[in-house]
């Protein structure tokens, strides 16, 4: 059992930045990667970002968030952020944080554990 809390989301102008957080806690010691997740109004659930705990914290990024974003270990144990820059409109959505037993993937499907997501606004 792993428990995650999302942090960070809110209203930000087209070309702004947020930073949001994901503290897990529980059972962690299955967990090997923890990613970011996206999903708009009327739309699936898309990747955005994931990092492992293993492979030297590799990362991998959606293409539509390459040079925008970037995930990284926090200091905390068990928390990772994604740092948003150059924030668009297109990118307002609920994000998720979520953690799996597997190394880092793009399918949410490899995901075990989600968190209850924060909502992103960007207005153009």
Sequence with gaps: ????????????????????????????????????FRQAPGKERDFVAAVSWSYLSSTS?????????????????NT????????????TAVYYCAAGKIGSSRYSSAYDYWGQGTQVTVSS
């Design 1 to 36: 059992q792993v428990q995650l809390v999302e942090s960070g989301g809110g209203l930000v102008q087209a070309g702004g930045s947020l930073r949001l957080s994901c503290a897990a806690s529980g059972d962690t010691f299955s967990t090997n990667a923890m990613g970011w």
């Design 61 to 77: 990024y959606a293409d539509s968030v390459k040079g925008r974003f970037t995930i990284s270990r926090g200091n905390a144990k």
């Design 80 to 91: 990772v952020y994604l740092q948003m820059d150059s924030l668009k409109p297109e990118d």
